[in-house]
């Protein structure tokens, strides 16, 4: 149980586009889904933190225009990158929590290697 | 200021050798310590601790919390190379649904 996917896996694509990252819980309901980025070499980073139904919660620094998050279900939150630029570049992982009371343990996802050229 | 300090940063033993690392916590209000395993992609999950005293054990893993002394452990025993990877602690506190992150520790398994 506690499975958590994410797609794509992997993507490249050049400056200036917009890419989407899905992250789906398959078997639990998540109310609480978080983003993080991981830089080579280095512990996670953690980016927002999105609630079903509700706006995220953004982390200092992040820009939140720049990295839409949209939580629209129990089950999925997804990361859009708009106007993609290389050092956006960066291994992103989301993970989820169970929607059960005193449940502290996220999953995690398998995460995105972004690549923009 | 809310910090996980996990050491050594980076091990290097045998096969066959048995392992501890270590994590400290300095966390407002914290509330439980979880131990992830890092490979190459995202960590997977490995314990959750909440109470002290309590080891926690899966296989030839297994975990501690001293909520006094403010510290955690992971045991691994009889390691293997499939061992090998970055094991990371992180603490939750009350009225936060954040991960507070260590750096980390890295473990290389050799044959």
């Known amino acids: 149980g506690a499975v958590v996917s994410q797609h794509p896996s992997r993507v490249i694509c050049k400056s200036g586009t917009s890419v989407k990252i899905e992250c789906r819980s398959l078997?639990?309901?998540?109310?609480?889904m978080f983003w993080y980025r991981q830089f080579p070499k280095q512990s996670l980073m953690l980016m927002a933190t999105?609630?079903?139904?509700?706006?995220?919660?953004?982390e200092q620094g992040v820009e939140k225009d720049k990295f839409l998050i949209n939580h629209a279900s129990l089950t999925l939150s997804t990361l859009t990158v708009t106007s993609a630029h290389p050092e956006d570049s960066s291994f992103y992982i989301c993970?989820?929590?169970?929607?059960?009371?005193?449940?502290?343990?996220?999953?995690f996802g398998p995460g995105t290697r972004l690549t923009v050229l | 200021e809310d910090k996980v300090v996990q050491s050594p940063l980076s091990l290097v033993v045998h096969e066959g050798d048995t392992v501890t690392l270590n994590c400290s916590y300095e966390v407002t209000n914290f509330r439980s310590l979880l131990w992830y395993k890092q490979e190459k992609k995202a960590p997977t999950f490995l314990f959750m601790l909440?109470?002290?005293?309590i080891e926690k054990k899966s296989g030839r893993l297994s975990s501690i919390l001293d909520k006094k002394e403010l510290f955690s452990i992971l045991n691994i025993t009889a390691t293997q190379t499939g061992d090998s990877a970055v094991y990371l602690c992180?603490?939750?506190?009350?009225?936060?649904?954040?991960?507070?992150f260590g750096k980390g520790t890295k473990l290389t398994v050799n044959p």
């Open positions: 909440t109470s002290s005293g």
């Open positions: 999105s609630n079903e139904g509700s706006k995220a919660t953004y």
């Open positions: 993970s989820a929590r169970e929607a059960s009371p005193g449940t502290d343990t996220q999953y």
């Open positions: 078997d639990f309901q998540a109310t609480t």
């Open positions: 992180a603490a939750t506190q009350g009225g936060s649904e954040k991960l507070v």
